[in-house]
């Protein structure tokens, strides 16, 4: 099942469905906007891999990770899928919140801006377009910023919009002049003319970008299902290797796209990017902190492995489960 969830007010509507402590036949996912890096997450779900669990899922879309930590913090949902930044910076607040698995540990933007700029040094004023300010989007937008040698704070303007689909509408609109997109979106953008500026990925960045999270009580309570969850999302990705034009159907679905090029170069992009053992890497989680510590000097005091709870993903590698999969 899926939804898609906008306004805020919602996640106080679905918080009476579950509580926290209690095992229940569905089990809520949010996810942190739409694109390819959930696909795992979608075909476990369409599949029916979570069934041999013990549970069935509900996948709820939210605009942005900071909305989805909010439910889950809430017990709207019982996992969290999407942009780690917000985990840290929810952790860092105090809330009580594991990532048990990183599932993107590199920056999979492209910098994508409208037919007139050309290159990085047209960028310097233009309006930027992220989902939430403190986002994933947002903190890797003025990383890049930086790297170019423009100052984020004082040379560009950077608008909260939504996720990578509304962010993109507003590039067409022309109502930004710049965005960070992934595929299959970027292949949308260069079809239409928008210029691609950069690749964050290539840059060979490791980031912790996108990872899986619960609270720390509902993983205390219900250990056998964050395990299950787990096993469940790693099959997907499994699958994915196994099974190219059934997972490219579920793509389309939940993408809305038809484009076969843009399927394609999602799903060339997705073998390269999704680990088959999605293991938290000191390496990513730090250099999240180091990107918040900029506008909090706070995040100085933590280290990686105050966010990571990795017992999980031993226990199951350790099994041979994983290796099993990619056999």
């Given amino acids: 099942m899926k939804k898609l969830i906008w ?10 469905f579950l509580c926290s402590g209690a095992l229940a036949k569905t089990i809520r996912v949010g996810s942190a906007g739409l ?9 476990a779900n369409d599949k029916g891999l ?36 917000s985990i840290v910076d929810a952790r860092m607040q105090g809330g009580e919140i594991a990532t048990v698995a990183v599932f993107v540990d590199t920056l999979p933007y492209t910098l994508v ?10 960028l310097k004023g233009a309006r930027f377009a992220v989902s939430r300010l403190g986002s994933v989007s947002d903190l890797s937008l003025r990383l890049a910023l930086r790297n170019m040698g423009i100052n984020p704070e004082k040379e560009a303007v950077i608008l909260g919009i939504g996720d990578q ?29 928008f210029n691609l500026i950069t690749s964050f990925q290539d840059a060979g960045i490791t980031w912790a970008y996108d990872s899986i999270d619960t609270t720390m009580d509902f993983a205390k309570k219900n250990r056998d299902t964050v395990i299950g969850f787990l096993k469940g999302f790693i099959e997907g990705n499994a699958y994915i290797h196994k099974n190219k034009e059934e997972s490219l159907a579920v793509l389309a679905h939940w ?8 399927l394609e170069e999602t799903y060339t992009y997705l073998l390269k990017t999704l680990p088959k053992k999605p293991y938290a890497s000191d390496k ?36 041979g489960f994983i290796d099993k999969l990619f056999q």
């Fill in 7 to 16: 306004p805020l007010a919602w996640i106080f509507f679905l918080t009476g």
């Fill in 35 to 43: 694109s390819g890096e959930f696909l795992p997450l979608w075909v």
């Fill in 50 to 85: 979570f069934k041999k669990y013990g549970f069935d899922t509900e996948i709820i879309t939210f605009q942005g990770g900071p909305l989805t930590v909010q439910a889950l913090v809430s017990g709207s949902v019982q996992f969290h899928a999407g942009g780690t930044s």
């Fill in 113 to 122: 801006a409208s037919q007139r700029i050309k290159s990085a040094s047209q």
């Fill in 165 to 193: 689909t509304s962010r993109f509408g507003a590039l067409r609109a022309g109502s930004v002049d710049a965005t960070v997109i992934s595929p299959p979106l970027t292949v949308t953008a260069r079809k239409l003319g």
């Fill in 255 to 262: 993408m809305r796209l038809k484009d076969r090029e843009a």
């Fill in 284 to 319: 990513g989680m730090q250099a999240v902190l180091d990107a918040i510590a900029i506008r909090n000097p706070s995040a100085k005091k933590f280290k990686p492995q105050d966010f990571t709870e990795m017992q999980y993903m031993r226990e199951i590698d350790q099994s």
